[in-house]
């Protein structure tokens, strides 16, 4: 009864190759994100939708796409991929956009480029 | 840009003892919240602090915030071992604007405690 979970916890690729990472919570929330943390342990939001709809689209390369088909899931497609793309990617959600709410972290998807 | 710098970087002590990890923000926020990130793993919310609010307590945690120096402290009393992990302060926007969740981390401090 994990309550946000990601797939795949890893994820080694050739550059160029396109790759996605899948995100569920169970919690009910109606918010979810996408962060990156690259290897200074720094941690930048990417995107975020609430209830389906993007709210938060931050600059980040046209490579990067999210979808949320539902507001339990929210995926991350990464098109051409880089080295520089090589992270720990977290998807989060909270119980509404607002900023007052914690947010619940999944275990991260560690991307590696070669 | 990064909107919090933490403080110190990394801190090392015995069990036992108090650990004292600081922030300093550059904007004016909504809120400031404080995570824990085990090694490997996802980040887990501690505690939030709201603007018009100067302490606040959960367990050995004490949270303060001095919004006129833009920064807070975390504190944690007679650490144990299983506190090690790193520490991010996170800020929500500018204050009375619409921030839709949107938290800025800090650089994080990494606590080592020794058994």
Known sequence: ?114 | SQQGEEDPQALSIQEGENATMNCSYKTSINNLQWYRQNSGRGLVHLILIRSNEREKHSGRLRVTLDTSKKSSSLLITASRAADTASYFCATDGDAGGTSYGKLTFGQGTILTVHP
């Open chain 1, 1 to 114: 009864d994990t309550a946000v979970s990601q797939t795949p916890k890893y994820l080694v690729t050739q550059m160029g190759n396109d790759k996605s990472i899948k995100c569920e919570q169970n919690l009910g929330h109606d918010t979810m994100y996408w962060y990156k943390q690259d290897s200074k342990k720094f941690l930048k939001i990417m995107f975020s939708y609430n209830n389906k709809e993007l709210i938060i689209n931050e600059t980040v390369p046209n490579r990067f796409s999210p979808k949320s088909p539902d507001k339990a899931h929210l995926n991350l497609h990464i098109n051409s991929l880089e080295l520089g793309d090589s992270a720990v990617y977290f998807c989060a959600s909270s119980r509404t956009s607002s900023g007052v709410n914690e947010q619940f972290f999944g275990p991260g998807t560690r991307l590696t480029v070669l």
